[in-house]
């Protein structure tokens, strides 16, 4: 079994950072596309950005320039630094991996709140 962590969600004020953090564990032989995703309430879970196991990474088009994912493949970490943020960010963040266990899955976190609000 894998489980997926993550941290560092939080309120923030419109204008202000975070860093989102998402370990893997458990029988992992490799990882492939990790991603984050978020849910605002009311709405559907949207796609924030992804990234390869060979770092190639892709946006959504409102968070283009503003947050940059980023992957630690000896820790299984993948991360979400996001600036300038705007209170449309609020949302639920989801992490999730297409994992090698040895059969290949989908994993999901459980989310972590961001609100951004003055």
């Known amino acids: 079994q894998v489980q997926l962590v993550e941290s560092g969600g939080g309120l923030v004020q419109p204008g202000g950072s975070l860093r989102l953090s998402c370990a893997a564990s458990?029988?992992?032989?490799?990882?492939?596309?990790m991603g984050w995703y978020r849910q605002a309430p009311g709405k559907q879970r949207e796609l924030v950005a992804t990234?390869?196991?060979?770092?190639?990474?892709n946006y959504r088009d409102s968070v283009k320039g503003r947050f940059t994912i980023s992957r630690d493949n000896a820790k299984n970490t993948v991360y979400l630094q996001m600036n300038s943020l705007k209170p449309e960010d609020t949302a639920v963040y989801y992490c999730?991996?297409?994992?090698?266990?040895?059969?290949?899955?989908?994993?999901w976190g459980q989310g972590t709140q961001v609100t951004v609000s003055s």
């Open positions: 990234i390869t196991s060979g770092g190639s990474t």
């Open positions: 999730n991996a297409h994992v090698l266990t040895p059969t290949l899955k989908e994993y």
């Open positions: 458990g029988r992992i032989f490799s990882i492939y596309d």
